[in-house]
């Protein structure tokens, strides 16, 4: 195939704005699409060499998957050694278990599927994962394994049936992509090839085509190629973590993508900008700086409270070019020598190193991340969230409804929990305190989801959860008492972790309600919010409900795991001071705009107040443990540990 030059100026253009987007670095919200700029190059690189050896009689898939180890596996391989050895000197027990079993996942080329099982990738937690990426690489990995066999096995039915039968599978993948987001499927939409598969098969479309081997006038390539970097830059500067993603929003850079690709060459004006040779080399370095940005980005957040200064930010993307320079030097470049590192090696080397990166990622997680690394200020063991979460506590469109809804332990069920979250512990450490006694508790917690009665949230599903577990609560009556509790302020202003110590002030995302705008509250979304919350207490109070109001729990600058752990295994004393590791001052501060509302509520004979900070903390400050226990699972979540004890200092107790 050709070398275009260009191709590799457009890596760069992918390249770049993923790091700059994992960096935080203002004007980058969507460089994330870089990845999917990678998706459609890939599809169409691989098509195109395909296509020109099978029209040559000379296509082998034992060829293909050699050039695919030589250009994959030695570089990863020396970025996961290199990883593992930097995780072990400085993860906690529980992230290096983490990590083992990420690293397990990459060497099977399936952390896509691993990652989608765990968190999303916008999460504070995702930030601090370095072997994040590499989902996309297993997506690219799991198209190459299906990919060449499918063309070959189907090269008899001619191209032009092929191209149909590519294109018609591309639109499946796009149109599932945006069924799964329409319908709140987040994690699932964006980690799987199913619904990620559609970008890589526009760029071999884009071959099969022949597309860029049309004659093309040179105004119409001006055009075309500047419509397609103009695609690309909206797409990096105006989408964010809000943005419906994969979905058909990603046709704007893949679109993009695929005009510079098609349109780009020698003479026209991208192709020139794209072929300047600066430009070019940091494409051919565009793996390696892919493979290194996230692991140093990853191991500097771990090892700061709060998001890095800028100075911190810019010296890892320093690091990041300086290690990537030395991967492709030193490794990517002499394994492509073909005289010297023969098929047989490669194959044979690659084998063996994928069997010493699973056995590495076997052993850690197996030993439960080697806690005998660390002097143990924290028993890592009570780090604990509730073992019914999974199944008691609900989210999306196909929540579990409140008829449907865990009951636990006692036969007389007069006790319900009602939020989000920071409910779930909550709840079990309730029902294990009033077991006793024979009474149960109905449990209602929603993922994430505010008291949205009045507007409409991000989180598909919330609204329609609240109002009809409100409908239900106030309809049963058996069910006298009732503790309501939210993040209040984390929907109201933002997550504290990325600001610490300075307080965060993001703006609610909601959609308000013909109710609400009747109520002309649109134009302050926090007045909407407390609205809200107050409209839903009044109503349980309305039908003879005993309320119990959770106050706002006080939030950890960071997991806590990551407090309690010292900076590496050289070092004996953890991140902060367990014993005073929130202050009351930042506590206030954090929380004044609910705590003034919460404190407005008139007096009620059936409404009681539960104040976490009354409960957990001292005059001064709030511990993140207690006698080695920890009162948190991360860094807003009461372990169970905290929950049972928040509770047992409360008038929950006395009554």
Known sequence: MRYRKEIDGLRTIAVLPVILFHAGILGFSGGYVGVDIFFVISGYLITSIILEEQNQGRFSIINFYERRARRILPALI??????????????????????????????????????Y?????????????????????????????????????????????????????????????????????????????????????????????????????????????????????????????????????????????????????????????????????????????YLWHQPILAFMRLKTIGEPSTLVLFAAILATFI?????????????KNKQRFPRRFIFLASLIAIIAVTSIGLVGSLSGGFPSRFEQHVNFESIQASHLRDKCHTRGIDYLAPEMACRYFGDEVEWATFGDSHMVETTLALAKIL??????????????????????????????????????LKAEQSIRKVLVGFRYSSFLFGGQTNDYPNLPNEIPRMEYTELSRKEGEIANPRKVYWDSLSAIIHQLLSVGKQVYLLYPIPELPAHISKLATPFSIFNKEPLVNLQQTTSRTYYLERNAYILEKLESFPQHDNLIAIKPFDALCSSNHCPAAIDGLALYFDDNHLSLIGAKRLLEKSIIIQD
């Open 323 to 335: 290690a990537a320079y030395i991967s492709y030097i030193f490794i990517e470049k002499p394994l």
């Open 78 to 115: 020396w970025v996961l050694l290199l990883t593992s050895i930097a995780s072990f000197v400085l993860m906690s027990p529980g992230e290096l278990e983490d990590f083992s079993d990420s690293l397990i996942s990459v060497a099977t080329f399936s952390s896509n599927i691993f990652f």
């Open 435 to 472: 077991e006793p006694s024979g009474q149960g508790v109905l449990h209602l917690s929603f993922s994430g989801c505010p008291p949205a009665l009045y507007f409409d949230t991000e989180k598909l599903g919330c609204s329609d959860w609240i109002e009809e577990s409100l409908e239900y």
């Open 117 to 289: 099982l765990q968190s999303g990738y916008f999460s504070t937690a995702s930030d601090e994962k370095p072997l994040l990426h590499t989902w996309s690489l297993a997506v690219e990995e799991q198209y190459y394994i299906v990919f060449p066999v499918l063309i070959s096995s189907l090269w008899f039915m001619g191209k032009k049936k092929l191209t149909i039968l590519i294109a018609a599978a591309a639109l499946i993948s796009l149109s599932f992509a945006q069924y799964l987001a329409d319908t709140g499927r987040a994690n699932f939409n964006f980690y799987l090839i199913f619904s990620r598969g559609w970008e890589l098969l526009f760029g071999s479309l884009i071959a099969l085509l022949s597309l860029p081997e049309k004659d093309i006038k040179n105004s119409w390539r001006e055009i075309l190629g500047l419509t397609g970097i103009a695609l690309i830059v909206y797409a990096i500067i105006f989408f964010d973590q809000s943005t419906p993603f994969p979905s058909i929003y990603g046709l704007i850079p893949v679109l993009g993508t695929c005009l510079v690709i098609i349109a780009a060459n020698a003479t026209s004006l991208v192709g020139r900008f794209l072929s300047h040779k600066f430009l070019v080399y940091i494409g051919l370095l565009s793996y390696s700086l």
